[in-house]
């Protein structure tokens, strides 16, 4: 099933409807590459505050740098400094910067990372990427995602 929408609104939207079925209190694990898609994630976090789950961001898919999600004051939703557990995660969110050759990993390494973290139940998998660079790269294939946000941008210079 395919459905589209635009703007922000819509990609945040799209998100907050991928995670709609994940219970409040659970712990959701955004991995992206450092950088490109920190923005991103806390975007994304931001607009699933309502839901009280325990946020954590694994640059790179390296588990060794987990640091916690949180709100800050006056600020929003931020990384922060803090080391956190990634492990028995209800939902996963792979950002597509990692599918990306200069700033990602390879696939392997995802799944290297899903396995190492998941527990006895399988966690929710949802991909989220710009101008479908993981159906370029083949990582649509080769990661079970059960739904991927793909954004596409337009930008327009006006001087």
């Known amino acids: 099933m395919m459905e589209k929408k635009s703007g922000i609104v819509g990609f945040t939207g799209a998100f907050r409807e991928s995670i709609k079925d994940i219970e409040n209190g659970s712990t959701v694990v955004f991995t992206g590459s450092i950088a490109v898609c920190t923005p991103f994630i806390e975007l994304l976090a931001y607009s699933i505050r309502d839901k009280d789950f325990k946020m954590v961001y694994v ?85 079970p995602f059960d739904v991927v946000i793909d ?7 006006t001087k």
């Open 59 to 143: 640059p790179k898919s390296d588990i060794s740098q987990v640091k916690e999600i949180k709100e800050v004051e006056n600020i929003g939703f931020s990384v922060v400094n803090q080391d956190a557990d990634p492990k028995n995660p209800d939902a996963v969110v792979v950002l597509g910067g990692l599918a990306m050759p200069k700033f990602g990993c390879s696939p392997d390494e995802v799944l290297s990372m899903l396995e190492e973290i998941s527990g006895d139940k399988k966690p929710k998998i949802i991909g989220v990427c710009f101008m479908g660079i993981f159906e370029k790269t083949g990582w649509n294939t080769k990661i």
């Open 151 to 157: 954004t596409s941008m337009e930008t327009l210079v």
